[in-house]
Each structure stands twice: as C-alpha cells, then as structure tokens.
C-alpha cells in the first residue's frame, strides 16, 4: 500500500543500482531548468526568457561503513571508474512515486572528526531524462 499522508524524511531514500545507500542519513533530490535569453527591442527594457534545458541531481550523506554493502568504497570505485549509475529517490515501498535516472557521482567526501562518527556525502549529477512511477 502507498505511502499516505506527509512523508517522514527518514523514509526517502537514494538507490543505486536497485539497493539503498547504506547507513544513510540524509537523501536530496533537487530538479533546474536554464532559461535562454528572449529580450527584443520590443521587450520595453525588460527582460524576456524562454525554457531551456532541464537537470536534476540527487544527493545522500551517511555513516562511513568501510564494510557497507552499499556504502562510500562502492561509491568511491563508480567514481574512479566514471561508472554511470541507475540512482532513484524514494521510499522503500514499490507502491510509492519515485524518481530516477542515470548519473555519476560527481562529488564524493568524507568528514571526520576527533572522537565523532565518520560520515560521508555524494553528489549524483544525472544525465537524460528523469522517469518516475
């Protein structure tokens, strides 16, 4: 059964592959649109805009698990390897929306502070169009 109601952000998930990212802590998803200049001598000084081309990104933070099934050395090896991705936003729930596309990691970090948990953030720039279901 579908999700109902407001989504507990704990809930929303990244994928990649088909398998979550493990030990997450955070999950974004963002969507932009560019916009092409229009503006004419007839615009009366104003600026006129038409669409463009459309990206979205998404982007997690977890917990640095160096044994993780999906975690940072999995990451860390697409990013070596310029691997595209399958990454999807989502619940866990097959009956909820979610979105997807391919992308690669584009940035990928680890912070880690004097007696604090080691955590990680990746950044997936996606290429093509974002499908959903």
Same mark, same amino acid.
């Given at each position: 059964?579908?999700?109902?109601?407001?989504?507990?952000?704990?809930?929303?998930?990244?994928?990649?592959?088909?398998?979550?990212?493990?030990?997450?802590?955070?999950?974004?998803?963002?969507?932009?649109?560019?916009?092409?200049?229009?503006?004419?001598?007839? =615009?009366?000084?104003?600026?006129?805009?038409? +669409?463009?081309?459309? @990206? &979205?990104?998404?982007?997690? !933070?977890?917990?640095?698990?160096?044994?993780?099934?999906?975690?940072?050395?999995?990451?860390?090896?697409?990013?070596?390897?310029?691997?595209?991705?399958?990454?999807?936003?989502?619940?866990?729930?097959?009956?909820?929306?979610?979105?997807?596309?391919?992308?690669?990691?584009? =940035?990928?970090?680890?912070?880690?502070?004097? +007696?604090?948990?080691? @955590? &990680?953030?990746?950044?997936? !720039?996606?290429?093509?169009?974002?499908?959903?279901?």
């Amino acid at each position: 059964m579908a999700t109902t109601g407001i989504i507990n952000g704990t809930d929303l998930l990244v994928f990649t592959g088909g398998t979550a990212i493990t030990h997450s802590t955070s999950a974004s998803i963002s969507f932009s649109m560019e916009t092409r200049e229009a503006s004419t001598k007839d =615009s009366s000084g104003y600026r006129a805009l038409l +669409e463009g081309q459309r @990206s &979205f990104t998404i982007e997690c !933070e977890g917990m640095t698990a160096l044994d993780a099934t999906n975690g940072f050395e999995e990451l860390f090896a697409a990013w070596v390897a310029r691997t595209a991705l399958t990454v999807k936003f989502g619940t866990s729930d097959a009956a909820d929306q979610f979105y997807q596309g391919t992308g690669y990691c584009t =940035s990928l970090s680890v912070d880690s502070g004097v +007696e604090d948990s080691s @955590s &990680f953030s990746a950044t997936f !720039e996606m290429t093509g169009q974002v499908t959903t279901s």
